[in-house]
């Protein structure tokens, strides 16, 4: 009898451990993963200091690896999803004493500098709006793009993410506020288990030694993000 009682046990625990693999492979990622190579690279702050990282480094490098064979895209990021090498969080704190103000007061995000090419490496969804592109320069109007789980926790409530795009959200530097051009569908961020969080990416070439994020960028980590065609 003690060995059957164990032996049931057994394969009820190794039932519900296959049910829960299962279904953890058939989660919606909410980013491509097929045909994806990613690399890390740490970036020493002192050999740039002070200087205009996106044309003296970033681009010439991403500039280099599409020349490659079989290389479709690339693109950098902070972070890619699931990939655990940087983590920021940004709060965003405003001024006043509305409920409003109170509830976004709390909010933090999840913050990531991503280049233009990364939604045709990974395929993202986007729900409104635009993601960067090449015409998001230092030159050009500071932008922002924000995912669902963002907007919901911005408004308090499921609301169309329509209603956040043209917001301001951040400054990037003294009299340059953001704008939101785009919302991102949710995708898994951390690990297949949770559920996205909120969160807000701004366009690397717009990190430029008078940004207010150019101090945290300075030697961060960066993720190297490859779309090939095999």
Known sequence: ITEISLALTLLVGCGLLLRTIYALRHVALGFRTEH?????????AYRFAGSDMTTGFYQPLIDRVKRLPGVNSASLMTEVPLGHTFSMMFTLGPSGHSPVDLLRREL???FRAVGPEMQQVFGFRMLRGRFFNEGDTAASQAVVIVN??????????????????????????KNRRSTV???LDDERQVSVAEPSQPEIEVCIPQITPESMFYRAAEGMAMDVAVRTSN
Do not use: C, H
């Open 148 to 173: 669902r789980a963002f907007v919901r926790a911005y408004f308090g409530d499921d609301r169309d993410p329509s209603a956040i795009l043209g917001e301001s959200l951040i400054g990037f530097g």
């Open 181 to 183: 051009v785009g919302v």
């Open 108 to 110: 933090k995000a999840q």
């Open 36 to 44: 994806v190579l990613v690399a890390n690279m740490t970036i020493p």
